[in-house]
């Protein structure tokens, strides 16, 4: 992502994919929340909910009078989808902008640069996307907070379910970074376990979605079920090539995750009868009230429903504002220990809580399918859901073999 002045002129989405412009306050001390995210890219979709999901949460805490008399203000900047760049951008973010917090990295790898950068700096640092090393030694660090699912708990519980009630004869296909990788990991140990057998894996460069040279080899191998790391755009690209060669009708496909993003811009044809997890989706609105004040916020500000990538920065946002009140100081050290003393929280799905020894966020996910066309009851109603998982801490690794015991 290349640098941008965003407190005075446009965002880099509004000024190139039309997403939403920062929110700043009118006068005054401000508080300022960094959030670096790769909004070019791949990954271009679900950022542009992540930053409509934190631009909801700071709009709803200001119109309630901010946080110890201070509103807050969200500074975005893009991180291209690499290391470096995350890396620069979380520095600036730092240093020039003055952010005392930071919330984002939307891909597992640029994540971990990001938190090298607000380690050094001893600034409160949430990030807001899968990574399983993030709570790990040696990445974990005092003032790092994980609050989205991460690979071990989301394919666990996808992995389990998947090898019960859609077979256990399975071909892996995943991209090669940090995040395929580990969902890879934890999928092929889950199914050895379940008695099932994995009968092939494949790699592929992530942001390279060119599939058909290893598709007639799945085919051929008849497994039961294709289970997928596509993420993002990448997702579309393979999906419309597996229908194209007819495996829809020859086997089961499943991934660890759905995105709504995707699921708009690939539209049912592509996604009925595909099985994934999801840590929110909008219909939770008709029985969990603080998701329907979510939704309704985010509905009525963008006319569309908010995707389970954007509420973790919802989420996130709440967060820091929940650390700065309980701790009354702007204060990274003292917001982190504020939450850890109070670790129950609920802005947007029902209970979650920070684990205190590695700073994971425990939550409930949900087992989706996508639904047939016909059966849509508007233009968002793109998945069923299956069953829920609840939030249990057994789903994850222990702290003692993150390092951090």
Same mark, same amino acid.
């Given at each position: 992502m290349q640098r941008r002045t965003f407190l005075k002129t446009a965002t880099v989405g509004a000024a190139t994919l039309a997403f939403p412009s920062i929110v700043r306050a009118q006068g005054g001390d401000t508080i300022k929340i960094g959030f670096p995210g790769p909004t070019t890219g791949p990954f271009g979709a679900l950022a542009k909910d992540q930053q409509q999901g934190a631009i909801v949460a700071v709009e709803e805490i200001n119109a309630k009078g901010g946080v110890l008399g201070r509103k807050l203000e969200v500074l975005f900047r893009d991180d291209?989808?690499?290391?470096?760049?995350?890396?620069?951008?979380?520095?600036?973010?730092i240093e020039n902008e003055k952010c005392e917090f930071i919330v984002g990295g939307l891909a597992a790898h640029v994540q971990m640069a990001i938190n090298e950068q607000t380690k050094a700096a001893k600034k409160l640092f949430i990030s807001v996307s899968q990574s399983d090393e993030i709570t790990a030694k040696p990445?974990?660090?005092?003032l790092t907070f994980h609050e989205a699912l991460n690979p !071990?708990? !989301? &394919?666990?519980?996808?992995? &389990?379910?998947? &090898?019960?009630? +859609?077979?256990?004869?399975?071909?892996?296909l995943y991209a090669d970074y940090a995040w395929g990788k580990q969902n890879t990991a934890v999928l092929s140990e889950g199914l050895k376990k379940q008695g099932g057998t994995l009968l092939g894996s494949t790699p592929y460069p992530l942001g390279n979605p060119e599939f058909s040279a290893h598709l007639p080899r799945i085919i051929d191998a008849k497994p039961e079920v294709l289970v997928t790391m596509t993420p993002g755009a990448d997702n579309i690209a393979f999906l419309k090539q597996a229908i194209s060669f007819g495996m829809k009708k020859q086997m089961k496909i499943a991934q660890p995750l759905h995105w709504l993003p995707q699921l708009k811009q690939g539209g049912p044809d592509l996604y009925s009868d595909i099985y994934a997890g999801i840590s929110f989706t909008w219909q939770l609105e008709d029985s969990i009230p603080e998701a329907k004040n979510?939704?309704?916020? =985010?509905?009525?500000?963008?006319?569309?429903?908010?995707?389970? =990538?954007? $509420? =973790?920065a919802y989420s996130a946002i709440h967060e820091v504002a929940r650390g700065i009140t309980l701790a009354k100081a702007v204060n990274s050290d003292?917001? $982190? &220990? $504020? +939450? +850890? $003393?109070?670790? !129950?929280?609920?802005? =947007?799905?029902?209970?979650?809580?920070?684990? !205190?020894?590695?700073?994971?966020?425990?939550?409930?996910?949900w087992i989706v399918k996508g639904r047939e066309r016909a059966k849509m009851k508007g233009d968002w109603d793109f998945l069923d859901v299956v069953q829920k998982v609840a939030a249990s801490e057994s789903l994850d690794r222990t702290c003692g073999e993150k390092g951090v015991a």
């Open positions: 291209e989808l690499k290391p470096a760049v995350g890396a620069q951008r979380t520095k600036e973010l990445d974990l660090g005092p !071990t708990i !989301t &394919s666990r519980a996808v992995g &389990s379910w998947i &090898s019960q009630n +859609l077979g256990k004869k399975w071909w892996i979510y939704v309704q916020l =985010y509905r009525k500000k963008y006319n569309e429903p908010p995707g389970d =990538y954007g $509420a =973790y003292a917001v $982190a &220990s $504020a +939450l +850890l $003393a109070n670790p !129950t929280y609920n802005h =947007y799905k029902g209970k979650q809580w920070w684990r !205190t020894c590695d700073h994971k966020a425990f939550q409930d996910l």
